[in-house]
C-alpha cells in the first residue's frame, strides 16, 4: 500500500511514521521543501505509483485547492483529511461532484504542544479517539477502507456527524486552548521571582497555551459558532465568582463543580470511567527492580492499567503506584506479599 500525505507537520509525519511501521511505503508532500525533505527522511523511501489512500494534513483553509490538484494526480485513491473543524470543508469538498464520494473527513484526537515533523511521534494515535465524519456522498467502500486505516495507526474510530462533531471539539478542544491561552497571557510580565515559584499545577494548566498561534487562529475562528456560547457561560460563570467572591460557600462550590467535571472525563481509550484500584509497592534503589515487578504481575497474570513512580535523587527506596482492576488488584497484593515485596493497602480514586 502506498499512502501519500500532503503536509508534513506533526499529525502528518506521525501518520507516515505509524503507517510505516504498518509495512506501507509513504511518500511526504509539504509546500516547504524542507520539511518534506525531512519528514521523508524520518519515514524512510518509497516507491514511486498511484496512492492508495491520500492524507490531507493541512489547514482546512487549504483544503479545496489542495483535493482538486490530489485528485487529478491520483484520481482512483481515497481521500482523507485531518482538520480540526469539519462542517465547512465537508460543504466545499461535496462542491466536487466527480470525487466527493472517494472523501471522508476525519479528525484524530492526538497532538501535542510542539508541531513540525521534528516532533512527530509513530504511536501518537495509540489508544486516541479518531473521529470520522461521512458526508451524505461519502461511499460505504471509502468509509471501509478509512476506517481500517485510522485503526491499523491504533486508534479508537468513531463516526458521528460533522455538526456532532464541532460542538464536540468546541468544548473538549477549542475552549480548553482559549483558556490556557488566557492564563499563560497573565504571566507576561510578571516578577520572575514569582514565576520561579511555579509548580506543576501551573505548567498543566498551561501548557497547551505554547500551540502555534497561527494554526490556532483558523481552528478558532472556522468553529467561533460553537465557541462563543461556550465563552459566554464562561464568563457569566467568571462574573458570578467575581461578585459573590467574599462568599466561601460560592468559592467552594466552583471548587467541587470542577472536580466533578474532571471525574466525569471518559477513561482510557476514550471510554467510560472506570474505578480502579491502586496498589503501592516499595521497592529498592536498585538496577532490575521495576522489571522483576513486572514479572511479578506477568507471574500473577494481571493486567496493569496504568503505574506511577515517586522517587527522588538520593533516595534509597522508590514508590510504584500501579492501578488495576479490583480483582486483579487483590490478587496482586496476595501475589507479591507472598513473595516478599513489600506491598501497601489497596486504594481505590
Known amino acids: 500500500m502506498l499512502v501519500r500525505i500532503v503536509g508534513s507537520g506533526l499529525i502528518g509525519t506521525s ?43 493541512l489547514p482546512s483553509s487549504k483544503l479545496a485547492s489542495v483535493l482538486l490538484n490530489e485528485f487529478q494526480l491520483n484520481p482512483k485513491s481515497v481521500f482523507m483529511d485531518i482538520g480540526s473543524t469539519k462542517t465547512n470543508p465537508q460543504q466545499e469538498v461535496e462542491q466536487f461532484e466527480e470525487f466527493k464520494t472517494q472523501f471522508c473527513g476525519t479528525h484524530p484526537m492526538a497532538g501535542r504542544e510542539s508541531g513540525g515533523p521534528e516532533s512527530a511521534r509513530a504511536d501518537l494515535f495509540e489508544g486516541r479517539p479518531w473521529i470520522l465524519c461521512p458526508s451524505q456522498a461519502t461511499s460505504p467502500a471509502t468509509l471501509e477502507v478509512v476506517e481500517r486505516f485510522v ?150 497474570e494481571v493486567n496493569v492499567e496504568d503505574l506511577t513512580i515517586e522517587h527522588s535523587p538520593g533516595q534509597f527506596t522508590g514508590l510504584i503506584s500501579l492501578a488495576l482492576s479490583e480483582m486483579d488488584a487483590e490478587k496482586l497484593s496476595s501475589h507479591l506479599a507472598h513473595n516478599g515485596w513489600k506491598v501497601h493497602s489497596l486504594r481505590s480514586d
Open 151 to 300: 485503526r491499523s495507526l491504533g486508534s479508537v474510530a468513531i463516526t458521528m456527524s460533522a455538526s456532532d462533531h464541532d460542538a464536540a471539539v468546541a468544548l473538549v478542544s477549542h475552549l480548553p486552548q482559549i483558556v490556557a491561552s488566557l492564563m499563560a497571557a497573565q504571566l507576561s510580565g510578571s516578577p520572575e521571582e514569582s514565576l520561579a515559584l511555579a509548580g506543576q499545577g501551573l505548567r498543566d494548566t498551561t501548557r497547551i497555551a505554547h500551540s502555534d498561534p497561527r494554526l490556532w487562529r483558523e481552528i478558532i475562528s472556522m468553529n467561533r459558532s460553537e465557541i462563543l456560547p461556550l465563552l459566554s457561560s464562561l464568563q457569566s460563570q467568571l462574573g458570578s465568582l467575581i461578585a459573590n467572591f467574599e462568599n466561601p460557600d460560592v468559592i467552594e462550590e466552583v471548587i467541587r463543580k470542577g472536580k466533578a467535571g474532571v471525574e466525569a472525563i471518559p477513561g482510557k481509550h476514550g471510554g467510560r470511567a472506570r474505578d480502579y484500584f491502586y496498589l503501592s509497592v516499595v521497592i529498592d534503589d536498585k538496577p532490575g527492580q521495576l522489571a522483576a515487578l513486572f514479572n511479578e504481575c506477568a507471574k500473577a
Open 15 to 57: 501518520i507516515g511514521l505509524a503507517s510505516r511501521g504498518l509495512g506501507a511505503e509513504v511518500e511526504m508532500v509539504d509546500s516547504e521543501p524542507t520539511r518534506s525533505r525531512l519528514a521523508q527522511d524520518l519515514v524512510g523511501g518509497y516507491r514511486s505509483g498511484p496512492a492508495d489512500i491520500v492524507v490531507l494534513a
